[in-house]
């Protein structure tokens, strides 16, 4: 296989980029904008010069102009020479509906300035058409789209999949000039891969090899980003345009030996601290990382300074009706609100106006995320984005001080992106079928040029063409049969004249998620509805969690297919927190690096003031929150050992039940691997009532008689993926991810015969054919990629492979230590995923008097 | 009378005379899945025929009679005419292993009796044999309560039972055995046997109503749950189950 070219390229000067620039293009903008931004001086000129091209430059950095830049100069150059022609030059995909909107009106615009330019010299020019086609696009506006064909197509991957398939209307993209795919870094999930394959179908469809252009905020790794954007075997520039000025960030830690800020005196002090830094700036952007701690802050604020901020402050979230969101947004851009807060919604692209300040509570969880929020301040090309961290307990301060180090020094975690995803190819095939008939040969080849698909094996391949060809249950082929393959001329083409309809009504990769009713499964109100929660919290959920819902609280017992059963009236106080389903992974390159961090630590403690020191100049910090990281890493080293990159201390301690504590510092997501992994073979060596916890920090067993060098012994780099299979088969994570692949599979229609089907009854029909399709064969294609969707894209069975291999390799040593309590590195996560536990209120108190436990067996010592 | 587990049947015998009773069947599910768009792929027929077979054989090969407690279509319309012809074949094949076949109607039943009418069979709300009433399970009548009779058997609720163990969990068929008494009548004893639809084991009665007509006291219950090789494990009374 021939190798990419992947090249990094540097800023042309403003003169060379103006000359390349016709005349009355060059004109307009200079009529509009003093000069070129530093984005437009790396890419206009690549971009004209007919070169692949990734554009990475830091949120506000003008990328959707420097794209079109050179896009619209040569239309506008052909339509004043009267050579337009009717199809399709360029197509603009992004995967955000709304953000399309936006780009409509950002061409739009300019379009119009440039013609009335030409019209006042007395120049004719043809008019340049731009057309947005998303799943929100009316009929007529479709229709209108067929009678007078876009020049610019403005779209989303699904919307572009439907397209291609159109008889008629595909027509329009023979001879496609250009591709922008925006908002990249969004990308890295199945909803890439989709696109990832819709564009080398694009590419095969056209006559002439359309340019690919990518725009992405800050990524890593950029390299395979490039490659993602461009397929196998293709040449690609990046552009990697870094921020002029430095970011001011900084670091509060309110606290002054801050164990939690969870209890009522510490609130009071967050939100003088908020209020502070609310009325010393203009605009102000908070950061929560969910939707309840979004609502609860502003409930807060309003509660600790009554009247002050009302009419200020707006939350925004996904769970808000676009109407709402949209006038937030609005009052934002306008200047009229002081104080937003946010959990994730604001993060991407939509203009809002100037911010002075983000605030980021808790830690963002990635540099690349903390990067794109603090990106949302000072929006104009030369402000400087200025941002703080606000942490709220001890290891909320570890992490984020890596956060901040890794931001300044410009160090990406990276990202991966799914691969070989069969449901995906499945539904892509599918749609490849319906547009023409295929050689399976030439197929192959398309499939193999996408960068997520190079490596897929002739098996795989086959093994999804059979199945789409019916071939698992011959006697019902005839209905089930999407395609036909014929062995002797080795082609491939449709089957059935529903084959269209039925693709064009179940396309997609975003998995129709329901929200799960909460029902009361017992007692007097039994069941009553008492409200809803997302899937996504169902599937972090334990038998016996108790969880808070509209302010009351209920005990989790089971669920069935979009319910979720409960008991009311608990006396026993919540034991899962309300931030556990949207709670994002750490990424495993900042957990690394803060395992790292304790090691360079660890190597000072004996020298206090050296330390400090270090740490004050390893993470650009103040004196104050230096001192509290050394003290927390004191504490730990004087009551057992500070667990580090190179040594991963196993706790054994009793707490009712006996512990394994593992302070494995890499993400929930290799974790929740490992974790499930040592379970399972504790509750194979017979070990009873196994129970399992795990945050970002580590992870614990629990049980009776464990035997931990057994338990250790059992798993390995090589047969982790083995244990792992069976772990997971039969869990309800597994269920519901594979309702997800059927469906992209096609295997569960949607929507069929003019109907719809609920999530629930996708659920109930999924839960069958699980059970039918496990009898069939544990490696049907689809049960593949569920597993493969579990264990590579919800868990992290790489980077677990990776830690289980470096253990093994001696790079990493285990240590096991007894000790007579959890120790300081292992108390948050035993008391934030302990079911046992007791009030969330009174976890403060226990980690108080756990605090003081502590300090006494040191001072034994 | 002795009774007996035979896996997911029952086998009832007294005075030389023996009686197996079959669960709910509900052929042609997934018939009704694959209209509605799903792409099952499953040959329910050939497993209930393989599973009819294991359990004909660990009882000899033929017995006296056979009873089906109901819900033996899970529906028609969409069905095609094959679905309608194998539970014919099924049905056909059942009465080779008996004497008496006896059909009970279940409430997915309906439009039951063109099939059976071909077969010459009728179908019968409730049946009752020696100190045996054989019922679905969903409708009461008036004949159940004789003083005649001691034991109910029914279907209808598909009983299964969840075991968990710390991380694990399964679910498994049952049989839940009981008593029930109401006031001013004669104390029953009721087994209620488990679904014999294969692939899905069930509903866990400490989770959901499993819908009877009457309100049995199934936390008292004895749990009986459907292992390999034919045999059945004794787990208790349900409340005492762990959950």
Redesign the interface.
Known sequence: MKENKIEFIEARGSAEVKRMLHPIVAEWFFGKFRDFSLTQLYGVAPIHERRNILISAPTGGTKTLTAFLSILNYLVGIALRNELEDKMYAVYVSPLRALSGDIFVNLEKPLAEITELATAKGLKMQTIRVGLRTGDTSVSERAKMTRKVPHIFVTTPESLAIVLTAPKFSENLRALEFVVVDEIHALANKRGVFLSLMLERLQEFSVITPVRIGLSATIAPIEEIAKFLVGTNRDCLIAKVELVKDIDIGLISPGVDLLTMDGAEDQKRLYHILDELIQNHKTTLIFTNTRNATERIIHYLDDHFPGKYSGLIGAHHSSMSKDQRFMIEERLRKGDLKVAVSSTSLELGIDIGSIDLVVLLRSPKSVSRALQRIGRAGHQLHANPKGRFVVMDRDDLMECAILMKNMKEKIIDRVDIPVNALDVLAQHIYGMAISRIWDIDEMLKLIRNSYCYYTLSKEDFMSVISYLCGDYDLEHRNVYAKIWYDTSTKQVGKRGKLARLIYLTNIGTIPEEGFISVVVGSGEAKGSTVGSIDEAFLEKMKKGDVFVLGGAKYQFIHSKGMKAYVIANVSRQPTIPSWFSEQLPLSYDVACAIGKFRGLIAERLSNSLECVKFIKDYVYCSSETAGQIYRYCLEQRDFSDIPTNKKLIVEQFKQEKEYLLFHSLYGRRVNDALSRAYAYVAAQLKHRDIEVGINDNGFFISGENLDVNKILKGVTSLNLRKILDEAIDKTDVLRRRFRHCAARSLMILRNYKGRSKSVGKQQMHSHFLLSAVNELSKDFPILREARREVLNDLMDINHAEEVLKKIEKKEIEISIIKTPLVSPFGLILLTQSHSDFVKVEDRINFLKRMHELHLKVIEGR | MKIDYIGKCLLLEENGERTLVIGDLHLG??GA??A????????LYDKCVSDFDLIISGVGGFVENIIMLGDIKHEFGFILQ?EWNLIVKFIEYVRTRCSKLVIIEGNHDVVLFPVLNKLGIVAVDFFIWNSVAFAHGDKKFDELYSDNVNYWVLGHGHPAV?L???????KYKCFLVGVYKETGKKKKEVIIVPSFFP??EGTDAR??DLRFAWEFDLMNFEVKVVSSNLKVLDFGKLRKIKY
């Open positions: 599910y997934e899945m694959r509605s768009g799903v792409m099952i792929p499953v040959k094959d969840t968990y163990e710390g991380v694990k969990k399964e692939l899905i989770e959901f």
